[in-house]
């Protein structure tokens, strides 16, 4: 047996005596046999592993340095700060706390990104670039663990629990519940859910790994989700071609929200459109990513056969952009009539996001239909663009807007606009956490909530002039566009070889584009190396933190302001929060960022170095 099957074998042990300890499970017969295993020599040469895998650094051979730090910060995240393969977002250094949008159980991770699939992809990457093995085996344990997270639908949640079912159950009763900003972790509804990306990329990640080796583990697996975001996609009507928010439909869904007292005059309150997760879905561009990852599966399988699903979701954006003279989108539109309003409305969501179009959602999709005409070569994708640009000149913020609203500085556009009005609509909130507080809407620009912006950033002018570079391409360059699209692939191809380093997007999807690295200095992957130092880890400011459950909150109404513009409530609001910009009331105080590991920054620092290594792939 290798040293390698032992450090497997060994994190495997330790993982199942945590979850087994935390339901008494594990019987005492398991447990001395799983403490001679430990206790043998092989299992303790293979903890330090690390430390032996660790190669000093040669004067004047950086290269050689930089894969070495590679290596032992891939194998700490791997060994050390994973649980079975799974991560969240952010650890303390002792990894005696942890957090997804959450705070996390030591046996959950977040499949919702940056979370486990992200890191997935920047193992993946690093292999690419290395060949070495021990970047496979970390890539290899975390697309297990995504499997093992998969619901039976084929799609995923945005967290899974080691632990087991009542133990996810616990957290969405008691942490998920009293985070009074985060209203889908409220109800556990188990089904699967799009939002974020997290079931499209986390399907990324076992795509790559089944091209990687052909293993038939990720095989079977694959093809779930596959059938799964084929299953879910809308057939018929309006909103054929459509995506829900989560699938398949939960009949329990939370379709209105509480009132407490303390609703100011004339404000608008709730969820306008009742359960929201069967709504079609243009948040977070679920649409786009996937879109993007059928693309991959016809890139990377030949699976030409997902091709008219991706026509028929390319033909749904089309179909839902409204008329003029507000030709835009919103977060969501009505899947079915609902309410005497049509199929294809703008409709509400989270009580935070009221029934409005929406400029950020307006600006990505017009980036959509721009990749679209790419790819199809076919102009209707761009006949309504000069609509929906001309509306969101409509809604920009007013001078007096900009001033006197701290949040909304460096905007350029209000978030929602009311529907026929055409006028702003603003976010607000009262109380001091979920039960008994809520948000409301009115047209009042000022005292806005800090977690949820209430202005946008969109450059029309960029918009426009992007436009008019596409519609004056003559007809041979669009045909010879077209031909270097995916759609036109008779034969499978390579995918883009790193995933990690940014964003794979439309257009590295051509044949003959290739994912530029950034340039990374000799004295950057040096003063990465000296940072990353012997602890294997990179330290990095947290950027939240949250109150611990104490129970829930108190529901006596509470009139003061304070927590208006804040990210967390009271003491018993369990939503992450800046320490440095914490509520102006006792019993909190001013704190710096506590120093800790965050997937994110890990991910981003491993990308220069794999970026320093090998820069220039196709």
Known sequence: MTPLFFRHLTRFIAESLFVDHAFGSLSMQRRNFVKSLVSTPFALAATSSIAADARPLQPGNLRNGVLNAMRRAVQHMDEKVSFRGGYVWAYLPDLTVTWGEMEAKRSMCWIQPPGTPTVGHAFIDAWNATGEDVFYAAAERTALALIEAQLPCGGWNYIHDFAGEESLKHWYETIGRNGWRLEEFHHHYGNATFDDAGTATTAQVLLRMYLAKRDERFRAPLYRAIDFILQAQYKGGMADGGWPQRWPHFSGSTAHMPTPPGLPDGARHGMEDGDYTPH??????????????????????????????????????????????QAGWGLQHLAAPAQNRPAGAPAGARSYEPRALTTHTTATNIQQLFHYFRLTGDRKYLARIPEAISWLKTCTLSEQMLAENPLLRGRTHATFIELGSNRPRFVHRYGSNVHNGAYYTDHDHRDTPSHYSAGRTVNTDALQAEYETLMGLPAAAVTEMHSRSPLALTAPVALPHYFSLREVDFPDLFAGARISAPAVSEGEAGQLIQDLGDKNYWATPLPAITNPYRGDGPRAAHAGREYMSRNVGDRYDTSPYDPRIPPDIAPYTKQDRPLGITTSSFVSKLGKLIAFYAPEKS
């Open 280 to 325: 079609v879905t243009w948040n977070d561009d679920v649409a786009g990513e996937n879109v993007k990852f059928l693309l991959l599966c016809v890139m990377g399988l030949g699976e030409t056969r997902l091709l008219p699903a991706v026509k028929r979701a390319m033909d749904c954006m089309l179909r839902m952009q409204q008329p003029a003279p």
